[in-house]
Each structure stands twice: as structure tokens, then as C-alpha cells.
């Protein structure tokens, strides 16, 4: 896909005519000859009003297909951006040109959820602010915030605030922010003039789509040990020394592995959880903002964390939830988990259409039909044992009586014979 000049929205059709439980759009780019990979976003942060750079490839999905959605028009649209000179990272990552690749997921591809509310949740820029309990007792290794829109699409929420300031022009900001913890799952969103629950437009090529208030599906899962490849946790305050590669221990498998980088606060014992995302859609200049961005490729996870005294690791504030539970951290724990997906992903592989045909085809000789029409099955009841006798006794009387018929016949032609001789 490429931002600015590229085609906006892309339609990617999937063949499970129901809503998938998760999607995962991997954008892969090149840095200094790396192969780098990014996650797409839920719904788009900002649009191109603000003269900021701001982008990523946003998704949208349905029964039958997923929409992706670049930055189009003005030449500060990214489909990748890790922030510039407002975060640290191991590059500087400004990119308009991408490939992109799906995975989708059905609900029973996954184990089955240890938490799921599904009941009636709405969220909308009049209510910004929602909190949902659950019954898990510790915070859950995974949580998946469906955002369920009333053309039938769906969005998925998110876990940065790169722009958090009322902008007195015509800009408009987007999503549903949520934070977990060990009792509940906090949600968040903008709550201003101009602003939407989810929205795609102004920037963000052939499609103008915005919904104020939309229903929220949430699951969570606690993992078992076999599902987690890896987990690697460090603290980290702001100004500390950089560690923004994390090396990982074997391989990443781009279509059986899963990354989900977590940003805790570590200012309280029951801080709140916050994912990180795969690229930063900046405000005006000093504006405050937060969020962690990260990417990664077969060997490592590389993080962008915020370097300016505005930005924030953790940051709540300004038009998300009107004012409610603001939280501005930057003293966290950092948790980078790899997520096997090879026992719930539904994988579909092309197949050799010569193979095909022979793993179908099946000798006659070797069916079940043609085994059981040779084979005697044994009867244990005296009643069949009867029977089976009385028809034995029958044959037998059958045949004695026709070699009997024949008997005086035989015996006159020997005894014939021997008077000749």
C-alpha cells in the first residue's frame, strides 16, 4: 500500500461469512536493507488538518471482508511513522509506502474466553467514560476490545493517546482508548466538538465514515504457558537509559506468532495496563501525548518511547473521557509477550490441485463396503446360533439327498464294468 497518492480503502475479502473475533494487519517496511513489521491500527487517531506528520494503516471489518485505510491527499500522510524527534527509537521511521498482510481470526479458533461482556456495553462522545469489572482476579494476558459500528462494521480499540488536545479548527479525533488491570477494563474516548467514538475520513482516501456512539464487545483470555513463547518485563522511567531493542530467544514466525507489548503503571500496585501500537499520529507541537509504538521482525521487538517532557508513557488526559480517571505516567513496566497462535489461527494453504486429486481418490478395494462383503460377523446369541445350525443341517440333508440320488446310478456303472472285465 503507499499513503498520499496509493488507493484508499483496499478491500481484503475473507471466506468465514461471520464477524471475526480478531483481526491482525501486519505492515511490513523497509529500514537500511531490514525488514521491519508494524501492527495496523483500529481506527485512525487524527485526520491531515493538523500540519503534523500522522498516518498508519487503519482497518475496518465486516461478515465477508476487512477495509484498509491509508492517509491520502497531503504529503504528511504516513502509513508508518515512530513520532520523529518527539520519540527515541533505534531509527527514525517515516514511511508512505508499505506491504500489508491480513490474519483473521473466527471466535472458535481461539480458546474460549475467561471473560466476555457482550451485554448492551455503549460508549459514545456524550458518556466517554465506562468501566467494566471482571471476575478474573489478576490482570488477563490478553484483551480484545471490539468496537461494534451500526453499518454493520467493526473496530477494534486501542491503548495510545498521541493527540489529546481540543483543536479549535476542524481537526477531528478518534478512537476508544482502553486500560486494564487486575479488576477491570477501563474505557475512553473523545468527548470535544469535531470529535467521534471511530471515524475514517478527512485524509483518509475515498471513505468518510464517523459514528458518535457505538456498542463494545469485550473478551479476555489468561493464557496458559504453552501459548506463551515468550515474555520479557524491565521497568522503565522516562530519561532512563534507551533499551529499545529487546532480543528475542528463537525465531519470530510472522504467521503463527502474535506480539503484544504492554505499558503498565508502576506508580501504584494495581496499576493499569496499555498496549502499545504500531505507529504515532502527533498533534500540534507541545501539545501533551502518550503512548508507546513498536514494531518487529524475526529477531527482535524495537520500541519508540516518547522523549520530550509532553510526552508521556502513560497519558489520560485532555478531551479523552471529559476529564475522568486522567493518568499522566512515566514511571512503568514494560512487558514484551510472544503469543503462539499455531494451536487456534486457522490456516489456509494453497494446495497442488494434482495432490488434491490424489488424496481423494481412494481404491475400491480398501473401502469399508468391500471389506464387510468378506467378512463373516460374529453373532453371540443362541438364537443365531439356532438358526446357524438349522441352516447347516439344511445344506448338509440338500446335498446328502442329491449324492444319495446318484448312488445307485454309480454303484451299477462300477458294477458293469467289472462284469466286462
Same mark, same amino acid.
Not at 31 to 60: C, H, M, W
Not at 285 to 301: M, R, S
Given at each position: 500500500?503507499?499513503?498520499?497518492?496509493?488507493?484508499?480503502?483496499?478491500?481484503?475479502?475473507?471466506?468465514?461469512?461471520?464477524?471475526?473475533?480478531?483481526?491482525?494487519?501486519?505492515?511490513?517496511?523497509?529500514?537500511?536493507?531490514?525488514?521491519?513489521?508494524?501492527?495496523?491500527?483500529?481506527?485512525?487517531?487524527?485526520?491531515?488538518?493538523?500540519?503534523?506528520?500522522?498516518?498508519?494503516?487503519?482497518?475496518?471489518?465486516?461478515? %465477508?471482508?476487512?477495509?484498509?485505510?491509508?492517509?491520502?491527499?497531503?504529503?504528511?500522510?504516513?502509513?508508518?511513522?515512530?513520532? =520523529?524527534?518527539?520519540?527515541?527509537?533505534? @531509527?527514525?521511521?517515516?514511511?508512505?509506502?508499505?506491504?500489508?498482510?491480513?490474519?483473521?481470526?473466527?471466535?472458535?479458533?481461539?480458546?474460549?474466553?475467561? @471473560?466476555?461482556? #457482550?451485554?448492551?456495553?455503549?460508549?459514545?462522545?456524550?458518556?466517554?467514560?465506562?468501566?467494566?469489572?471482571?471476575?478474573?482476579?489478576?490482570?488477563?494476558?490478553?484483551?480484545?476490545?471490539?468496537? +461494534?459500528?451500526?453499518?454493520?462494521?467493526?473496530?477494534? =480499540?486501542?491503548?495510545?493517546?498521541? $493527540? %489529546?488536545?481540543?483543536?479549535?479548527?476542524?481537526?477531528?479525533? /478518534?478512537?476508544?482508548?482502553?486500560?486494564?488491570?487486575?479488576?477491570?477494563?477501563?474505557?475512553?474516548?473523545?468527548?470535544?466538538?469535531?470529535?467521534?467514538?471511530? /471515524?475514517?475520513?478527512?485524509?483518509?482516501?475515498?471513505?468518510?465514515?464517523?459514528?458518535?456512539?457505538?456498542?463494545?464487545?469485550?473478551?479476555?483470555?489468561?493464557?496458559?504457558?504453552?501459548?506463551?513463547?515468550?515474555?520479557?518485563?524491565?521497568?522503565?522511567?522516562?530519561?532512563?537509559?534507551?533499551?529499545?531493542?529487546?532480543?528475542? +530467544? /528463537?525465531?519470530?514466525?510472522?504467521?503463527?506468532?502474535?506480539?503484544? $507489548?504492554?505499558?503498565?503503571?508502576?506508580?501504584?500496585?494495581?496499576?493499569?495496563?496499555?498496549?502499545?501500537?504500531?505507529?504515532?499520529?502527533?498533534?500540534?507541537?507541545?501539545?501533551? @501525548? =502518550?503512548?508507546?509504538?513498536?514494531?518487529?521482525?524475526?529477531?527482535?521487538?524495537?520500541?519508540?518511547?516518547?522523549?520530550?517532557?509532553?510526552?508521556?508513557?502513560?497519558?489520560?488526559?485532555?478531551?479523552?473521557?471529559?476529564?475522568?480517571?486522567?493518568?499522566?505516567? #512515566?514511571?512503568?513496566?514494560?512487558?514484551?509477550?510472544? $503469543?503462539?497462535?499455531?494451536?487456534?489461527?486457522?490456516?489456509?494453504?494453497?494446495?497442488?490441485?494434482?495432490?488434491?486429486?490424489?488424496?481423494?481418490?481412494?481404491?475400491?478395494?480398501?473401502?469399508?463396503?468391500? $471389506?464387510?462383503?468378506?467378512?463373516?460377523?460374529?453373532?453371540?446369541?443362541?438364537?443365531?446360533?439356532?438358526?446357524?445350525?438349522?441352516?447347516?443341517?439344511?445344506?448338509?440333508?440338500?446335498?446328502?439327498?442329491?449324492?444319495?440320488?446318484? /448312488?445307485?446310478?454309480?454303484?451299477?456303472?462300477?458294477?458293469?464294468?467289472?462284469?466286462? #472285465?
Amino acid at each position: 500500500m503507499k499513503a498520499i497518492s496509493g488507493t484508499s480503502p483496499i478491500t481484503v475479502s475473507h471466506p468465514f461469512n461471520e464477524i471475526p473475533a480478531k483481526v491482525d494487519v501486519q505492515v511490513k517496511v523497509t529500514e537500511n536493507g531490514k525488514e521491519y513489521i508494524f501492527p495496523g491500527l483500529g481506527s485512525i487517531q487524527r485526520d491531515n488538518d493538523i500540519n503534523t506528520p500522522y498516518g498508519g494503516v487503519a482497518y475496518t471489518y465486516n461478515e %465477508t471482508s476487512v477495509l484498509l485505510i491509508v492517509p491520502k491527499g497531503k504529503n504528511i500522510g504516513r502509513v508508518i511513522y515512530t513520532g =520523529g524527534l518527539s520519540y527515541n527509537g533505534v @531509527f527514525d521511521g517515516s514511511f508512505i509506502s508499505a506491504k500489508v498482510r491480513v490474519r483473521v481470526w473466527r471466535l472458535f479458533d481461539w480458546p474460549k474466553p475467561d @471473560f466476555v461482556h #457482550n451485554c448492551n456495553l455503549s460508549i459514545s462522545t456524550a458518556e466517554p467514560y465506562k468501566l467494566v469489572t471482571h471476575s478474573l482476579r489478576r490482570q488477563p494476558d490478553f484483551v480484545t476490545v471490539q468496537v +461494534m459500528l451500526n453499518d454493520g462494521f467493526v473496530s477494534e =480499540g486501542q491503548g495510545v493517546t498521541t $493527540v %489529546t488536545e481540543d483543536d479549535s479548527g476542524t481537526n477531528h479525533v /478518534c478512537g476508544v482508548l482502553f486500560g486494564i488491570s487486575t479488576t477491570s477494563i477501563t474505557l475512553w474516548v473523545p468527548s470535544k466538538n469535531r470529535d467521534y467514538v471511530i /471515524c475514517y475520513n478527512d485524509g483518509w482516501g475515498d471513505i468518510a465514515r464517523m459514528y458518535d456512539s457505538a456498542l463494545v464487545v469485550i473478551r479476555a483470555w489468561v493464557l496458559s504457558s504453552a501459548d506463551v513463547v515468550q515474555r520479557e518485563t524491565f521497568p522503565y522511567s522516562r530519561g532512563d537509559v534507551f533499551k529499545g531493542t529487546i532480543p528475542l +530467544m /528463537c525465531n519470530l514466525d510472522p504467521d503463527s506468532h502474535m506480539v503484544i $507489548v504492554e505499558i503498565k503503571d508502576a506508580t501504584i500496585s494495581d496499576g493499569k495496563v496499555f498496549y502499545a501500537a504500531g505507529t504515532a499520529s502527533l498533534g500540534n507541537i507541545n501539545d501533551p @501525548f =502518550g503512548g508507546v509504538v513498536f514494531g518487529y521482525n524475526q529477531t527482535d521487538v524495537l520500541l519508540w518511547t516518547p522523549s520530550v517532557t509532553n510526552g508521556h508513557l502513560i497519558y489520560v488526559d485532555g478531551i479523552w473521557g471529559d476529564g475522568t480517571e486522567t493518568m499522566e505516567i #512515566n514511571t512503568v513496566q514494560i512487558s514484551v509477550t510472544i $503469543v503462539s497462535t499455531s494451536n487456534s489461527v486457522n490456516n489456509f494453504t494453497a494446495i497442488n490441485i494434482d495432490d488434491l486429486v490424489q488424496d481423494l481418490t481412494v481404491s475400491k478395494k480398501t473401502t469399508s463396503t468391500h $471389506v464387510r462383503s468378506l467378512t463373516s460377523a460374529y453373532d453371540p446369541r443362541p438364537s443365531a446360533k439356532a438358526m446357524g445350525a438349522v441352516g447347516i443341517t439344511v445344506l448338509c440333508l440338500v446335498l446328502g439327498l442329491i449324492i444319495l440320488a446318484d /448312488c445307485d446310478l454309480l454303484v451299477r456303472k462300477f458294477c458293469l464294468k467289472n462284469d466286462r #472285465n
